[in-house]
């Protein structure tokens, strides 16, 4: 019989993005000893990987942004205005939603601050290879990293990857995308240098030049109200959410051709802003990527699915452990979103068995990756929601 090895940690978190810190914050503030793991060599997730320079979900809709999200993001947000960004809230002039606008490489450093000041262990350039398993409870993972690969034991497991990858090496079935295997478009947000900061940036013009291109353009998924473009903090850069692209699938081809897509697309919309839009005669291409923006991947199986009818009504409940605050936001048409307001009070209660793995006693789930359906997907898996999901996801865990 084989003896069940001693815990190097109390929490292993894999993935490093809102969900992941808010789950390592959680579980560290809650007395565990906790372990982060994160592929990139800095953290952040879709905001420092993606481009996503926008932290929604921190507020309800509405005249006025009422809070929705505290906890541990609060403690990522002052270390932010450390570095000067006022993270107030800013109402997109396009969807009229209260969104925190951010700088990348504050983002990267606030975390590794606010991490650090409370004694979670960092791990970058490492990945979950394997996982060990006795019959309902994770035992140990195996890491790989740049010094190869290493088993580490633990009392309980976070999966905060975005991708289900934790969920997935145990064994446990996901689905991908919604309820008919379709998976919600891809973005390429970029930021644009080069704009002559005196003239306003003129939504009309851009509108009229790319009715024009998407007629004859090669990359005719560009959004037709001009997209979301916001200034850099801190840079003065144009920040642009305009490119969509459809995912068929999760193989690797597919990713290939939408991460191909994405750099093409955005050398040409460069291009149409410099001989179309009043300002823009002398930009350039500041930044793509570092990837694409991930919307949807695997869901794992949940003790509770989340619905878009909890959503709808704003349904409140006992054993809420997060508040789910931003509109049903469905990319499923590529370069066209459609948004429904949160129902009742403006905000829905997310329920504790919503971040409980169905089968084990000791896995968690943060993020994207915590149960819901198709509807409250693509409310759930945004930043702002990400933190207090992941928050809740690490003070259960360290309970475990």
Known sequence: MSRKPEADYDVIVAGGGAAGVGAALGAARAGAKTLLVEKYGFLGGAATSSNVLAYCGFFQQGPEPIKAVGGVADLVLDELRGLGLNCDPFKSPTTANWIILLEPEAVKLALDRVLAAHGVDVLLHTRVAAVTRTADRLESVTLAGMDGRRRIAAEAFVDATGDANLALLTGLACRTGDENGHLQAISAPIRVGG???????????????????????????????GGIFTEVPLTGEMWWMMFDHPLKDLSSRSFTEAEQAARAAAHDYVQVLRKHVPGFEHAYLAQTGPQIGIRESRHPPARYELTGEDLLTGRQRPDGVAR???????????????????????????????LRAKGLENLCYAGRVIGADSAAYASIRVMGTAFATGEAAGRHAATC
């Open 195 to 225: 704009r002559n900061p005196t003239v306003p940036i003129d939504r009309a013009a851009i509108i009229a030049a790319f009715e024009s291109y998407n007629k004859t353009g090669d990359w005719p998924t560009a959004r037709p109200d």
């Open 324 to 354: 789910a605050a931003w509109p049903i936001e469905d990319h499923s048409v590529p370069g066209k979103p459609v948004y429904k307001p949160i129902g009742g009070a403006g905000y829905a209660d997310i329920p504790l068995d919503c």
